[in-house]
DNA sequence: GCGGCTATCTATCAAGTGATAAGTAGGGTT
DNA sequence: AACCCTACTTATCACTTGATAGATAGCCGC
């Protein structure tokens, strides 16, 4: 209620954030098919003015994606992870506890699907990238921390990747319940990603065990 | 390559089911804001043809529906769960293998979260059936095999139901990979539901008694 | 093979949909 | 207070898109 109609003559820059950030709201609520001439209403503003700001409905999805994803990979997760001289699971906690925080969002969990539902190579490359730098030191420090052979010596299998998978569905499924399909989820969803965790770790390793004594399966990819 | 083209004047019935067969195919892939012209392109016919079989496109959607969910659930999954002759796990396995038979496929995938993006209520309406008649009973379950109190005298706790959630996300997020982000998965999605689950059954018990025993915090839904 | 039923097509409408051009007016500068 | 830059609006285009009306022609029964 700061301002009763954000009107006439902005400046440039303050306009442009404007529209920025309702265009994070509006498409993540209505997806990238939704109208400028909504979008523009929205904003108290006309559907041309849009076009001052942005070349083109792309652009303005463009600005969309860097204002939820961009610059959003956090490197601390990776310096966390290699930090040996605390438990790991304090470090998995800390880690698994941060990341829920970023994607367990409205605008990150929603774009996200629309996203992939595009086909966008958005969620891919980012996965990619999650599964390499995270999961792969993930199941390492596993097998560290039990004194079990490093991936150097024996490849990480592909059942251990989808155990951790696994751990990251259960998480990501959080924001699905609550923001796609509009159901209730528990308060405390800290409490909740923490005793995902925990669970993880009581249980994971000694399947890891298994595996690394076992037939493996090294992962493909 | 049987037909060169399937074309002019099929029967009413065989038409209308090529139509029908089409329009899953095609909404899975673009969504519901897919275009009727690009649908009729596909099954080579005119798009006007639509509508001597469909009276609005939001009758050929519910169609798509009627074709990929309606009559789906399976009664003898609570049968399953019910019948205490048989070891747990085997029921365990039984089911989620046949769950996961239904909900790892492209259609079922995508059109699952188009509706949910689109905020139909089948969803949640889905989810609501699958939470009562089918989570409630893998907790009784488990607790009656631990001999744990029964769900009469000690209701479930919002933490036990998550852990069910968690079971069901890391089976649906398989195919959310795979049909969503087009990221490889492996061959035997069988050997991973079933390694899931097990896992599942290995960790989950142990909570669950620690939980019926600590204070606890029912399910509020 | 011919007549008629109707599956299918051609032509078209009306409402929208992204985008552009040109006019209007707000407010800082002097 | 007059001026001018430009943020913002009005008017409009070209194209898309769901939907309808009427013309055309394939196929079954005789």
């Known amino acids: 209620m700061k301002k009763p109609a954000a009107r006439r003559r902005l400046p440039r820059d303050e306009r442009e954030q404007l529209i920025a ?4 709201a509006f498409f993540s609520e209505c997806g990238f098919d939704g109208h400028t001439r909504e979008l523009a209403r929205r904003l108290g503003i006309t559907q041309p003015l849009l076009y001052r700001y942005f070349r083109n409905k792309e652009a303005l999805i463009d600005r969309v994606y860097q204002e939820v994803y961009l610059n959003r990979w956090n490197p601390r997760w990776e310096e966390l992870l290699d930090d040996r001289t ?22 990150w969990i929603r774009i996200w699907m629309f996203s992939g539902l595009k086909g966008m190579d958005l969620n891919s490359r ?3 990238l ?22 150097d010596d024996i490849p990480i299998s592909e059942m251990e990747f989808e155990l951790v998978w696994a751990l990251h569905a259960s998480i990501f ?11 209730e989820i528990p ?12 669970a993880f ?5 000694a399947v890891i065990a298994a595996l690394t004594r076992g037939p493996l399966a090294p992962a493909t990819r």
Chains 1, 2 share one sequence.
């Open 130 to 151: 999650l599964r390499e730098r995270i999961f792969a030191r993930v199941i390492r420090e596993i097998r560290h921390a039990h004194h079990l052979p490093s991936p």
């Open 21 to 24: 950030r309702e265009a994070v």
């Open 126 to 128: 980012f996965l990619g």
């Open 173 to 183: 499924y959080i924001g699905v319940r609550r923001w796609i399909y509009g159901l």
């Open 86 to 107: 605390r438990p790991l699971e304090g470090r998995l906690l800390e880690l698994y506890l941060d990341y829920s925080h970023m994607i367990l969002r409205y605008e």
């Open 201 to 205: 770790l009581d249980g994971v390793p």
């Open 187 to 198: 308060e405390n969803t800290d409490a909740v990603v923490e005793a995902l965790t925990r």
